[in-house]
C-alpha cells in the first residue's frame, strides 16, 4: 500500500502561481505512474496531470498545457504540479494519485489505487 499527503494548496489571484507536492510512502516500489486530479464542487473528478515514474513521460489535459508543469523526484518519492497562470475555473480540491503498470491507462481515474487527501485551490477573478 502507498500512502500520499498532499500540500501546497491555497487562494490565489487569477494570473498567480501555486506548486502542489505530494509526498508517497510505503511500497513505494509499487508506483508506476502518479497523477494530480481535481473535482470542483458538484462536479466529477477529472484527471489533470500524470508521470511515469521510471522514464518521466507526462500526460496533460488540454486545457492545462502551457500552463501546468508535473515533476517527479525519485529519491524523495515526491512528485509536483506547478501551476501558473491561474484561472478561476481551476478552483477545484486537487488530489494526488498512484498507481502499478495495470491497466495502463493513466487517464482513468479507475486506474489509481491510493490517493491523498486532496488540497483545496482557488483561484479568484
Known amino acids: 500500500q502507498v500512502q500520499l499527503v498532499e500540500s501546497g494548496g491555497g487562494l490565489v489571484q487569477a494570473g498567480g502561481s501555486l506548486r502542489l507536492s505530494c509526498a508517497a510512502s510505503?511500497?513505494?516500489?509499487?508506483?508506476?505512474?502518479m497523477g494530480w486530479f481535481r473535482q470542483a464542487p458538484g462536479k466529477e473528478r477529472k484527471f489533470v496531470a500524470a508521470i511515469r515514474w521510471s522514464n518521466n513521460i507526462k500526460w496533460y489535459e488540454d486545457s492545462v498545457k502551457g500552463r501546468f508543469a508535473i515533476s517527479r523526484d525519485n529519491a524523495k518519492n515526491t512528485v509536483s504540479l506547478q501551476m501558473n497562470n491561474l484561472k478561476p475555473e481551476d478552483t477545484a480540491v486537487y488530489y494526488c494519485?498512484?498507481?502499478?503498470?495495470?491497466?495502463?491507462?493513466?487517464?482513468?481515474?479507475?486506474?489509481?489505487?491510493?490517493w491523498g487527501q486532496g488540497t483545496q485551490v482557488t483561484v479568484s477573478s
Open positions: 494519485a498512484s498507481k502499478g503498470p495495470l491497466p495502463v491507462d493513466v487517464l482513468d481515474s479507475l486506474a489509481y489505487d491510493s
Open positions: 510505503g511500497r513505494t516500489s509499487s508506483i508506476y505512474a
